[in-house]
């Protein structure tokens, strides 16, 4: 089976993201420099207005009655502290060969803005924010929701090489699924043929996997470590942040990404962005994605997943067993 690429809507995916990533990565290169302090999240912030601005204008020009959800506003941008990041972003925009102001990159990123629609589509653009300005794993990750089930995806990811191996300044990966058509993954500098990605046949749960965010604060680590020791799991965990887990894990490169509530905001509901593209991705290599109950990912309530606890993704063979687990921990 050959990949999607006769479908537009992938075809769209892939150029969309494609040129959103590399951008992203020259604002990182440009702007995080050694001497930039800890707390300075500014870079970050250009590049994640850079992404969105970009997608969005692409998506007027190629599906322009198609709505848009994504994570950012322009409304810190209009205003007198905003100017300067303003600027950047417009410097940054302009780069592509875009002739535009600042009035219409603020209107672009505000496309992303409104609520789900029956047919959108949705933009991470760029996940992993402490692994961007460390120079470690970030994506950007688009995809296409109808009726409340997502379609297509694809992720971005420029410190991945081979879609498996963390490295940075190397080609990249770009990886691309569309609904009963499998998944796949090029370099993001396009060098190489499309290949077919296939989770792990992984089967003992003692030898499993898991994804662990590089950030504590994302996850509850606590009940990580309970939940290993509950079912026996003995294999090294594999620190990784942002939706590139996702594409490692439909590699083969790991087993199981979860996303525990944190004890601090038990309340807490993931956003559509932050899962929509992996989600596809790793199912359409074989794996199995859930809520922590076992329930389907419900992309038809909002900008949340708001009828979702968690998220749970295996290479399917011990999604069971995970489900179990968690059960029996009472996470």
């Not at 950007?140 to 420029?158: E, M, S, T, W």
Request: overall charge negative.
């Amino acid at each position: 089976m050959p990949p999607p690429l006769t479908c537009s809507k992938v075809r769209f995916a892939v150029a969309a993201v494609r040129e959103a990533a590399l951008l992203v990565r020259r604002v990182q290169r440009e702007l995080v420099t050694p001497a930039i302090t800890k707390e300075d999240r500014s870079p970050v912030t250009v590049a994640d207005f850079v992404a969105q601005a970009i997608v969005a204008k692409r998506l007027s020009e190629t599906f322009p009655e198609m709505g848009f959800v994504g994570e950012e506003s322009s409304e810190t941008l209009r205003t007198e502290e905003g100017r300067e990041t303003l600027e950047q972003i417009l410097r940054f925009v302009r780069q592509t060969g875009i002739e535009a102001t600042a009035d219409d990159v603020c209107e672009w990123i505000d496309r992303g803005t409104g609520e789900p629609t029956d047919a959108f589509w949705t933009l991470d653009p760029v996940d992993g924010t402490k692994g961007f300005l460390r120079g470690d794993q970030y994506a950007v990750a688009l995809a296409y929701v109808k009726d409340g089930v997502v379609r297509a995806g694809a992720l971005g990811c420029p410190e991945l090489a081979g879609h498996v191996e963390p490295k940075k300044g190397g080609a990249g990966s770009l990886i691309l699924s569309r609904r009963g058509n499998g998944a796949w993954a090029q370099a993001l500098d396009e060098s190489g043929d499309w290949q077919p990605l296939q989770v792990s046949d992984q089967s003992n749960i003692a030898d499993a996997r898991l994804f662990c965010s590089v950030e504590k604060a994302h996850t509850n680590t606590g009940d990580i470590g309970r939940l290993m020791s509950t079912l026996g799991i003995t294999a090294d965990r594999v620190p990784m942040d942002s939706q590139a887990k996702y594409a490692v894990l439909a590699a083969g490169g790991g087993e199981v990404n979860i996303r525990l509530l944190s004890p601090a905001r038990p309340d807490y509901r993931e956003k559509i962005w932050d899962q929509a593209a992996g989600s596809i991705v790793v199912e359409e290599a074989g794996g199995r994605v859930s809520d922590l109950d076992g329930q389907p990912l419900d992309f038809s309530r909002g900008r949340t997943l708001a009828a979702n606890r968690g998220v749970l993704a295996t290479n399917g063979r011990l999604h069971d067993a995970l489900l179990a687990g968690l059960k029996q921990i009472g996470a």
